[in-house]
């Protein structure tokens, strides 16, 4: 029996059924979702498919060896894969409103990850990186979708945190619905649908190597990720690794969206909006490698601006900060109602609010605080710190 599929734009997938002797099936994915009809009959061997490939290379232009990865196994690598840098690759590219980005694989490492997602999907993702030494914003791949969604930010304390691994799976149209970070101290929240077994499942991570960038495809949704990857060093520092800082449970209550600066040296500048019914709005300026890090502003600035409390840094840094939280009219979940941070100088901020509702204390003592983290939405509604041990 003859057939004709006719003609298409792109063939995305060829799945093939056989045994020792012959081809005993095929069936073809072109363009966007459409799937030809099953050709010929199942024979004893199922369907195999690529679902990812690692290419390793030596320059920008130069690929040594390759491994590719099946939903059943993995093959290779083929060539040379020693001393080089692997690019990971998942998904189905190339779509007619697909949109091709590249952060680049000449970074140090990955300080930041943003993700959003809704009921379809991953509709966003954004890395920040350190090139050089300072820090990279990265752009936006996806877009923002409704308001029912949910944001996450996670906060990599590099240099001693460093991405290992990415997980996620896709759906039958190949969007990705789920994915999951991992560094060398911790595995992060999954973002999206949880994993069932009809879902295409995949990982990004090559052994004794790190990311430091991503790569891929987006519509209005995440339809493609990749990885760029460079080996770990191969021989212990000459000096000591810095402590990892302590991240203290906030004080409030979640509302709005959640945000982690993550942590840092220490803090120099700290800007407070302040409204009539509590905190609008709180941004910090950080110290990192003797570098200025600016953070994003946590809240909405009001037409009176913000009050900005400038430490004498790097000999003068927070200890502590105090502050209230309450219920008011107008807001579901409590508000942050006043504040006043305390450095090592004996010196404290002036106060920012109205001390209203239940009071609160963050810090930890012989710590200093050197980040910070919360919710907030039009207010601030929960504040929470990251803690380092004073050293002399």
């Known amino acids: 029996m003859s057939w004709d599929d006719g003609s298409h734009v792109k063939v995305k997938r060829v799945q093939l059924t056989y045994d020792d002797d012959a081809i005993n099936s095929i069936q073809v994915t072109y363009d966007g979702t459409l799937q030809s009809q099953l050709r010929g009959s199942v024979g004893s ?22 491994t590719f990865t099946t939903n059943k196994s993995s093959y290779g690598p083929y060539g040379n894969k020693s001393e080089i840098t692997a690019i990971s690759v998942f998904g189905e590219t190339g779509g007619t409103r697909e949109t091709e980005w590249d952060d680049g694989s000449d970074h140090d490492g990955v300080t930041k990850i943003y993700v959003r997602s809704d009921a379809t999907g991953i509709q966003l993702v954004k890395f920040d990186y350190v090139k050089d030494g300072k820090p990279k914003l990265g752009a936006l791949h996806g877009v923002h979708g409704n308001s029912r969604g949910s944001t996450r930010e996670f906060a990599i304390n590099h240099p001693e945190e460093y991405l290992v691994s990415v997980e996620g799976w896709c759906d039958s149209s190949t969007v990705i619905m789920g994915i999951q970070f991992k560094t060398n101290h911790k595995t992060y929240e999954h973002m999206g649908y949880d994993f069932h077994g009809d879902d295409t499942k995949f990982d990004l991570q090559v052994q004794d190597k790190k990311i430091i960038g991503f790569h891929g495809f987006a519509t209005n949704r995440l339809t493609s990720i990749g990885a760029y990857f460079v080996p770990l060093a191969s021989t212990a520092p000459s000096v ?6 302590k991240k203290l449970q906030g004080e409030g209550e979640d509302g709005g969206t959640p945000w982690d600066d ?9 800007h407070v909006g302040q409204f009539d019914i509590g905190i609008a709005a709180v941004k910090f300026v950080y110290d990192k490698d003797a570098a200025e890090i600016v953070g994003d502003e946590h809240g909405k600035r009001t037409l009176a601006g913000n009050d900005v409390f400038v430490l004498d840094y790097p000999s003068e840094y927070i200890i502590e900060v105090k502050g209230t939280y309450e219920k008011v009219i107008g807001s579901k979940a409590m508000v942050i109602s006043m504040l006043k941070f305390t450095t090592n100088k004996n010196r404290t901020s002036e106060q920012f609010g109205i001390e209203s509702g239940k009071a609160f204390t963050l810090g930890e003592k012989d710590h200093k605080i050197v980040g910070f983290h919360g919710s907030a939405e039009k207010l601030l509604h929960k504040l929470g710190v990251y803690v380092l041990p004073i050293t002399k």
């Open 45 to 66: 061997k199922s369907a195999e498919y690529i679902t990812s490939l690692t290419a390793y290379r030596r320059t920008l232009t130069v690929i040594t060896a390759l």
């Open 262 to 270: 993550g942590a840092f040296d220490g803090v120099r500048k700290v």
């Open 240 to 245: 000591p690794p810095s402590p990892i800082a």
